[in-house]
């Protein structure tokens, strides 16, 4: 069953077209990556995806909620990290408290940050403020979970705690589209790949077709990001 799609999507910033006619599907279950060089429209497509900004033309069809993980967890500085997760499911959703709270406290145990829950995001990890965020994501029960570049704000020493997380999600058919730099990671974790350059879908298909492609600006790209550079 299809969760989420995207059909024809244009977007233009200050006379700039970001993406140029984007149409893409997430079926339930999936696990989709999306990779290209910066300014490619990765983070636009979450970011139209999610509702943060307005796509010029095209439609997109949600079948359920949608949630989000940021590259810089966005987590409110003010409260605490039991807080940060169960404020949006008791405001937002109007859920019964007992309900949002025992769930809450089972997000951090999956997370291993069950002595955390008094913390404030100050007196955590970049890895572990992350890890509230996902859990925050998930506490609203989304159908769908988006990532924007998860790892790219921490030291790359707290990057495999993440990893693991979204792989242990994925293990649980948690339906997510992920746009990473991480490349061995959406090779291992991805059904589908899709590689953005300059707007446009320049390949998609499994793990195996993308990384095989023989598409010019995939493997320029790959061979920049085996030297470190892209």
Do not use: W
């Not at 949002?100 to 955390?116: E, H, I, N, P, T």
């Amino acid at each position: 069953m299809k969760l989420f799609e995207m059909k024809h999507i244009k977007k233009n910033f200050d006379g700039l077209e970001v993406l140029k006619d984007i149409s893409l599907d997430v079926e339930e279950g999936e696990v989709l990556s999306i990779i290209g060089p910066s300014g490619s429209g990765k983070s636009t497509i979450l970011r139209c995806a999610t509702g943060l900004e307005t796509p010029d033309s095209g439609e997109i069809i949600k079948n359920g909620d949608v949630g989000l993980v940021f590259q810089q967890f966005n987590l409110f500085p003010h409260f605490s990290v039991l807080k940060n997760i169960v404020d949006a499911p008791l405001k937002v959703q109007k859920r019964k408290k007992d309900e949002v709270y025992a769930q809450a406290r089972s997000l951090f145990k999956k997370m291993g940050l069950a002595d955390k829950e008094k913390a404030y995001p100050f007196q955590l990890s970049g890895g572990q403020q992350q890890r509230v965020s996902i859990a925050r994501a998930l506490c609203m029960n989304p159908k769908i979970l988006f990532f924007d570049e998860p790892t790219s704000a921490l030291d790359p020493e707290l990057t495999g705690e993440i990893l693991k997380v979204i792989k242990d999600l994925a293990q649980e058919h948690i339906t997510m589209v992920i746009v990473t730099h991480e490349m061995n990671f959406a090779r291992d974790i991805s059904d589908r790949i899709i590689f953005m350059d300059k707007g446009v879908i320049a390949v998609e298909g499994t793990p195996q077709e993308v990384f095989s492609s023989e598409n010019g600006r995939m493997k320029e790209f790959l061979g920049k990001f085996h030297q470190g550079m892209e």
